[in-house]
């Protein structure tokens, strides 16, 4: 399994951005996705998660109604559109897949993607 994602980039506050992880060698709609980010000098976490069809997204409470996790089965990528950015969004965001789940903790992810960094400046 191959996750890549792509779409990092520097932005201004209150800018959007859209980014993409594309998944190679899996049945992607088997997965459930995650979306996570690490901050400089901070711990990875979590930012969404969706389900294997779609209908099922989970959010951390400093991106709700900001982010939108949603996913192209036919074109196996998961996307994360960021609107609103804020300079705390600053992090590199990697992208995770699991078989069986689609949670909020980084252990129930068994694949993961390089990460692509976000830069938002104030």
């Known amino acids: 399994v191959q996750l890549q994602a792509f779409g990092g980039g520097l932005v201004q506050a209150g800018d959007s951005l859209r980014l993409s992880c594309v998944a190679s060698?899996?049945?992607?709609?088997?997965?459930?996705m995650g979306w996570f980010r690490q901050a400089p000098g901070k711990e990875r976490e979590f930012v969404t998660a969706i389900d294997w069809t779609g209908g099922i997204t989970y959010y951390a409470d400093s991106v709700k109604a900001r982010f939108t996790i949603f996913r192209g089965n036919a074109k196996n990528t998961v996307y994360l559109q960021m609107n609103s950015l804020k300079p705390e969004d600053t992090a590199v965001y990697s992208c995770a897949a699991d078989r069986l789940r689609f949670g909020r903790r980084e252990n129930e992810y068994e694949y993961w993607g390089q990460g692509t960094l976000v830069t938002v400046s104030s």
């Open positions: 060698g899996v049945t992607f709609s088997n997965y459930g």
